[in-house]
């Protein structure tokens, strides 16, 4: 594509990196790759990318290279090794690997089938002796580390958009950022209406008021058209009742319930929602 090309969150003209850096022994890499691949795929899962919707790469060692074959031979069967380990399926890049070890990409694959290269897990032995990085093994000898590049999202404002696209907006509940909104119907319910947001924010949900003097179906329109999950509605009768009256997003009315049920819909699964991480299977 033409240089400077600029196409939204897809393509900014700065962006974020997720980069981290992990030092460890040669004997150490396979764990630490093992637990790399665990947080990878534990984190798509949390944004809703299952492991059907996630593709690897093994990319080996390139004709210029820095570091012996006996390395690399090392580097690389610990890589493909772990994959092996996870039960994962990989496709194999001979020579696509960086100059300086090999490496495992991660392409997500959105609801439009579009494919979107952002993780990596890298090995690197070049950089280490650039840092002077060492350590003393078990007969005091002083002896160069591994680096293993990791990058999990990659561009933070890139995986942004393709969050947006994938959900089509509909974000799950523990991302969205306002969960749900509090309509008054008049002037009469909107002390009613702030008292249950107060009390669902300070239960650790996100909640914002709408206490405009607009009708309630305008204001069900706006919100919908926001897509937040929940929209809550409190007239005369609710705050007689101490009670919300709840609409799911999709236009499902849940009818009313308590304040206290109210907080355990929008807090019940741990913060918000948010899935309980598992090891990768």
């Known amino acids: 594509e033409p240089s400077g090309t600029l196409h939204g969150l897809m393509r900014a003209r700065r962006f974020t990196q997720d980069d981290a850096h992990i030092f460890c022994t040669p004997a150490q890499l396979g764990e630490e ?45 610990a890589l493909e090794t772990a994959l092996r380990d996870a039960g994962l399926e990989f496709a194999l890049a001979p020579g696509e690997g960086a100059f300086y070890g090999p490496k495992i990409d991660f392409t997500l694959r959105d609801s439009l089938a579009r494919q979107w290269q952002c993780g990596t897990i890298q090995v690197d032995f070049s950089m280490p002796s650039r840092l002077d990085a060492h350590y003393i093994d078990e007969g005091s000898a002083r002896c160069t580390p591994v680096m293993i590049h990791r990058a999990v999202l990659g561009s933070l404002e890139r995986f942004i958009g393709i969050l947006i696209e994938h ?44 206490l405009r003097n ?55 699964a741990g913060i918000a929602g948010k899935p309980e991480r598992k090891a990768l299977e």
């Open 167 to 210: 959900h089509n907006g509909l974000l799950p509940l523990w991302l969205s950022p306002v969960q749900a909104v509090v309509m008054s119907i008049s002037d009469a319910s909107a002390a009613h209406a702030r008292e249950v947001a107060k009390r669902c924010n300070a239960a650790g949900a996100r909640v914002e008021t709408d």
């Open 214 to 268: 607009e009708k309630i179906g305008f204001k069900i329109r706006h919100h919908s058209l926001l897509k937040l999950p929940y929209l809550l509605v409190v007239g005369e009768r609710e705050c007689e009742r101490d009670e919300v009256s709840v609409r799911e997003r999709g236009g499902a009315d849940l009818g009313t319930m308590s304040i206290e049920e109210c907080v355990k819909l929008l807090c019940g």
């Open 33 to 77: 790759i093992k637990r790399l691949l665990e947080l990878v795929f534990g984190i798509y899962r949390d944004f809703g990318f299952d492991n059907a919707a996630v593709s690897l790469e093994l990319s080996t060692r390139p004709e210029q290279r820095v570091g012996d074959n006996d390395l690399w031979d090392r580097a690389e069967g």
